[in-house]
């Protein structure tokens, strides 16, 4: 029997085959002698054990057309970045993490900002110039007024993907809308600190029908990027690239250097300044990275 991998805990996968409903899996042994890791997203093949207790062995991962890192999933056709408009306010250097991971896995992206029913016309438009300028589909929705859900299930339709955002943006309860058999904890905001509690503990595939599947992550309050170098970082901010050839240097940072194409597309407004200054930002930062 054929299924996908939605969940795996403590050395449990739980496979969901169509039609036929989930099973606890265990791995073969050959799999963890030829150092492979079965992953959330896998197609596999397994043998039922026990149809009544709903167990079984997975005895084959077919190949996999992709593979993220972190998160650790497979079979991804794209992601879905959540993030609330207000309440709390974005972290737009936390968002430009999340892209430049995604840009480095060539996973196409959609951004989706909750919670619109509370912000302004103003605040929407800012959000949507600044990120639909780099090439990105951004979506604005209301979880708690269920606005805007149609244009997130057209985004998801036969495809696999995977969902993530800070703690505290609605990712849950906008998950709970989509899917409302899921059941997922929604949590509570701090009102303290101003932001959630993490409420998903573990990558899970949700099937949605028709081939649709949306993958939770555990919410995140920061991503490290220390891996890349600060001469690969102007690489994952797509709206660079046509104005790179106006830049008088070859090899351009785009930070000190005079006659620089992209400093000019921000002064003129056609770069978001809020995401060039968190380029430097990261510049910056990854510039203080010690190499071995």
Same mark, same amino acid.
């Not at 496979?15 to 899996?25: H, I, K, L, W």
């Not at 972190?70 to 309440?87: E, G, M, Y």
């Not at 029908?209 to 220390?226: A, E, H, K």
């Given at each position: ?30 799999? $963890?002698?030829?150092?492979?890791? %079965? ?38 056709? &794209? ?6 408009? *207000?309440?709390?306010? %974005? ?13 480095? &896995?060539?996973? %196409? ?6 919670? &619109? ?11 949507? $110039? ?6 990105? $589909? ?13 244009? *997130? ?27 409302? +058999? ?34 939770? +992550? ?19 901010? %797509?709206?660079? *690239? ?19 194409? *992209? ?11 809020? $995401? ?17």
């Amino acid at each position: 029997m054929t299924g996908k991998i939605i969940k795996g805990i403590a050395g449990f996968y739980y496979v969901y085959a169509e039609g036929r409903g989930v099973y606890a899996c265990r791995a073969k042994g050959i799999f $963890r002698n030829e150092k492979i890791k %079965p992953l959330v997203g896998d197609d596999v093949e397994m043998e039922v054990l026990d149809e009544k207790d709903r167990e079984g062995t997975i005895l084959k991962i077919y190949p996999r057309k992709s593979a993220l890192i972190r998160p650790a999933v497979a079979n991804v056709d &794209q992601a879905l970045i959540i993030f609330a408009i *207000v309440k709390p306010n %974005p972290n737009f250097n936390l968002l430009d993490r999340f892209l430049i991971r995604m840009e480095r &896995q060539n996973l %196409p992206t959609v951004i989706c900002f909750n919670k &619109q029913d509370i912000a302004s016309e103003e605040e929407k438009e800012a959000l949507r $110039r600044a990120y639909e300028t780099c090439g990105y $589909r951004v979506l604005f929705v209301s979880a708690l007024e269920n606005e805007g859900l149609e244009q *997130v299930r057209e985004v998801l339709e036969g495809r696999t993907t995977t969902v993530a955002g800070p703690s505290g943006v609605g990712k849950s309860s906008l998950i709970n809308r989509l899917a409302p +058999t899921a059941h997922m904890e929604t949590g509570e905001i701090s009102r303290k600190i101003d932001r959630g509690r993490h409420t998903t503990r573990h990558s899970e595939m949700i099937a949605l029908g028709n081939g649709t599947y949306i993958m939770d +992550t555990p919410g995140f309050t920061s991503l490290d990027i220390s891996e890349i170098t600060k001469e690969e970082l102007g690489h994952y901010y %797509p709206e660079f *690239v046509q104005y790179e050839p106006y830049c008088k240097f070859s090899g351009c940072s785009h930070i000190s250097e005079p006659s620089c194409g *992209v400093k000019e597309a921000v002064e003129a407004g056609k770069i978001s300044r809020v $995401r060039y200054e968190n380029y430097q930002a990261l510049y910056r930062e990854l510039k203080e990275v010690r190499r071995y």
